[in-house]
């Protein structure tokens, strides 16, 4: 059996791509300051996946029941932060995006360590702008 072992070369992003694609946490950013599910599963695609430490949801409407709950319980006042740290050329109109960030607690003026996170997103170009496949995130230490 023979193979291949030479690099595939990576599909290039334009500037103008990578502040599309750096907008998205923005965006996750805003639509959790203002506990609003539909923004934040609006970020997906339709059949994108949320991964959280012991959460598992598939599809918008999964996302935006799950992030509806956790705004009026455990994330009630909270703030999220995340910042990218790198950026990951996968296929035409796919990336990885590696961020960097957390759940600001309700009262909290900053990232506690403990709440801190890395995260990765896996984003695809659908309908003229770039959205969520999967977002996953750990505890970063």
Known sequence: MTTNSS???APSISGAEQAEIAAV???MVAAWAAHDA???ADLFTQDGTLILPGV???GRD???EFMS???AGPYEGTRVTGTPIDLKPLADGA???LTTGGV???GEAELADRDAIRASWILVRRDDRWQLAVYQNCPRD
Request: proline fraction near 8%; hydrophobic fraction near 50%.
């Open 7 to 9: 690099p595939v070369a």
């Open 25 to 27: 946490p923005a965006r």
């Open 38 to 40: 539909d923004a934040f």
């Open 56 to 58: 598992y949801k598939k």
């Open 62 to 64: 999964e996302i935006r």
């Open 69 to 71: 709950a956790s705004y």
């Open 95 to 97: 990336v990885a995006l």
């Open 104 to 106: 600001i607690a309700s």
